[in-house]
T-cell receptor, first 115, second 114 residues
C-alpha cells in the first residue's frame, strides 16, 4: 500500500493555458474522487469514478474541466483555458468498500497557481 | 441541504493541555460525521467517524468525539495535546451513498505552543 499519489505537487501556469493533473489511487480501490480546496475552505467535491465510469459531477465542474479514468486505475483531471479563479489545491482520494465500510484515502494534492 | 460549521478558525493551546474543537452540523436525518486532520504537505487523514451506535467515538492518535443530536454537534477532544498535533482539522457531514455526498467544514487550524 503506497498510498494515493498525485502529480505534479505544484503547477504554475498562465491564464488561458491548459493543465492536466494525474492521480494514482491505491491499487484495487474501485472508487476515485476529485476535490478542490481553496484557501481557507474545506475540500469541495468535484467528481467521482466507480472503476472507469464517471458517475457524478458537481456543479462546480464547469465545461472547462474534464476528468477521465480510462482503465479504472489512474485518473487525470484537465482544466482548459485556466482562469485565476481556478487557483486551488486539487485533491484526489480513493476508496474501497461501500456504505459505512467505505474509507477514503487522500493524496497530498496538486497546488495550482494561475497567474 | 446539509452544512457544517466550525466556529473557530484558529486555536492555540499549550502542549499537554486539553483540546476541544467545535463542530455543528445541519442535516435532516441521522448524519454520517467525520473528523479529518491535514498536516502541511500531507493529504487529509481520517481521525474518526460516526455512523450510528455509541455516541462517543474513539479515533486514532488519542482523539475522541461525541455526537450530541440535541445540540447538532460533533466536537473533537483530546485530553493532552502533543506538539505533533499542530495541523488543520476538518469536520464533515455526509449521508449514505458515498463520499460525493460529504460536506466539509472550513477547518480549524491548531497551533501548539511549548
Amino acid at each position: 500500500d503506497t498510498g494515493v499519489s498525485q502529480d505534479p505537487r505544484h503547477k504554475i501556469t498562465k491564464r488561458g493555458q491548459n493543465v492536466t493533473f494525474r492521480c494514482d489511487p491505491i491499487s484495487e480501490h474501485n472508487r476515485l474522487y476529485w476535490y478542490r480546496q481553496t484557501l481557507g475552505q474545506g475540500p469541495e467535491f468535484l467528481t467521482y469514478f466507480q472503476n472507469e465510469a464517471q458517475l457524478e459531477k458537481s456543479r462546480l465542474l464547469s465545461d472547462r474541466f474534464s476528468a477521465e479514468r480510462p482503465k479504472g486505475s489512474f485518473s487525470t483531471l484537465e482544466i482548459q483555458r485556466t482562469e485565476q479563479g481556478d487557483s486551488a489545491m486539487y485533491l484526489c482520494a480513493s476508496s474501497l468498500g461501500q456504505g459505512s465500510d467505505e474509507k477514503l484515502f487522500f493524496g497530498s494534492g496538486t497546488q495550482l497557481s494561475v497567474l | 441541504a446539509q452544512s457544517v460549521t466550525q466556529p473557530d478558525i484558529h486555536i492555540t493551546v499549550s502542549e499537554g493541555a486539553s483540546l476541544e474543537l467545535r463542530c455543528n452540523y445541519s442535516y435532516g436525518a441521522t448524519p454520517y460525521l467525520f473528523w479529518y486532520v491535514q498536516s502541511p504537505g500531507q493529504g487529509l487523514q481520517l481521525l474518526l467517524k460516526y455512523f450510528s451506535g455509541d455516541t462517543l467515538v474513539q479515533g486514532i492518535k488519542g482523539f475522541e468525539a461525541e455526537f450530541k443530536r440535541s445540540q447538532s454537534s460533533f466536537n473533537l477532544r483530546k485530553p493532552s495535546v502533543h506538539w505533533s498535533d499542530a495541523a488543520e482539522y476538518f469536520c464533515a457531514v455526509g449521508r449514505p451513498g458515498g463520499y460525493q455526498k460529504v460536506t466539509f467544514g472550513i477547518g480549524t487550524k491548531l497551533q501548539v505552543i511549548p
